[in-house]
């Protein structure tokens, strides 16, 4: 298949087609001791892709164990209601703050559709998840795949309820978005309404540096090696990314002047966001930062 990479002997990247572009955005499967677990579900829409990958890849249904959730946007959370059908013996695994919104994901997609207004079809869907098949965590907490331990590590920023997870063996950090993203060979700010909080995720950029990782392995889009370095270039981004726009918010007093004054600057013009409608990608992380500087003032 293709759109399936092999990463390591033991991993694997689904490419989802997020948005209908190639690798934007991803899924992977991680294998150990006969057992299997998925690190993200992608959206709704990206099921059927993935149970291809499954099936191609020869990994038996009651072979999955988990689907480690790093926080329960869309992209990230949207379809694990749906893989839980394919996989009988697996639970999802999500922080505490954010397990309830995937039992019953009402409010869930009313916040997506808020945040994403015309965008929002591109998000796909979400389907309850039965509570005894969650598990919720805040970090520390170790799972266990075949020979592979999985440790949790707590990381708010991009969101309140975003986590990390850290494979000690082999190296591997799946960051989700609180390293930003990493697109075309560029990082992109992953500042998104309702909750990105800059001061928490700094200070996850801090604990992310003392995670002893050989390997980052961005949900957007792939692996990166040199993980101090990547995280450092991280944190340079996102300060100069908040302080653009904090900028462009004294200046105007409003947050919709605000925007169209970034939306006019030149870096941020540059700043290579993929998707079905990019200008609405960025125009979405320039307004988390926004309702971020209204909510501190």
């Known amino acids: 298949m293709s759109y399936v990479e092999r990463i390591a002997e033991d991993l694997y990247l689904v490419d989802t ?11 992977y499967i991680l ?12 959206t709704s829409l990206a099921v059927p892709r993935i149970e291809e990958a499954l099936s191609t890849m020869g990994i038996p249904d009651d072979a999955g164990r988990w689907v480690l959730i790093t ?51 591109f998000y796909g869907t979400a389907k309850p998840i039965p509570e005894e098949r969650l598990v919720a965590v805040e970090g520390g907490e ?9 440790w949790v590590v707590p990381a708010p920023g991009h969101a309140p309820h975003h986590v990390c997870y850290h494979v000690p063996g ?19 700010p992953a500042t998104p309404p309702p909750s990105f909080d800059p001061e928490a995720s700094l200070e996850t950029l801090k604990r992310l ?48 002047e605000a925007l169209k004054r970034l939306l006019a600057d030149p870096w941020v013009r540059s700043l290579p966001y993929r998707g079905a409608k990019p ?19």
């Open 17 to 27: 087609n997020q948005f209908g572009v190639p690798r934007c955005g991803g899924v």
């Open 31 to 42: 294998r150990s001791g006969g057992e299997a677990a998925l690190v993200e579900s992608g």
């Open 71 to 121: 926080h329960i946007h869309l992209d990230h959370g949207g379809g694990a209601g749906f893989l839980l059908e394919r996989l009988p013996e697996a639970r999802v695994v999500v922080h505490r703050r954010g397990a309830k919104h995937l039992a019953d994901p009402t409010k869930l997609l009313a916040s997506v559709r808020e945040a994403t207004g015309d965008y929002f079809s």
């Open 142 to 150: 170790v799972f266990r795949l075949g020979e592979l331990r999985v």
């Open 170 to 188: 082999p190296g591997y950090l799946f960051t989700g978005d609180a390293a930003g993203l990493w697109l075309e060979g560029r990082l992109l």
């Open 209 to 256: 540096r003392g995670v002893p990782a050989k390997l980052l392995l961005y949900t957007h889009y792939g692996p990166r090696n040199d993980p101090p370095r990547a995280l450092s270039q991280y944190e340079e981004l996102l300060e100069r990314w908040v302080e653009t726009v904090r900028r462009a918010w004294v200046k105007t007093g409003s947050e919709e």
């Open 279 to 297: 200008g609405e990608e960025l125009a979405m992380n320039i307004r988390g930062v926004l309702r971020y500087l209204a909510r501190a003032s």
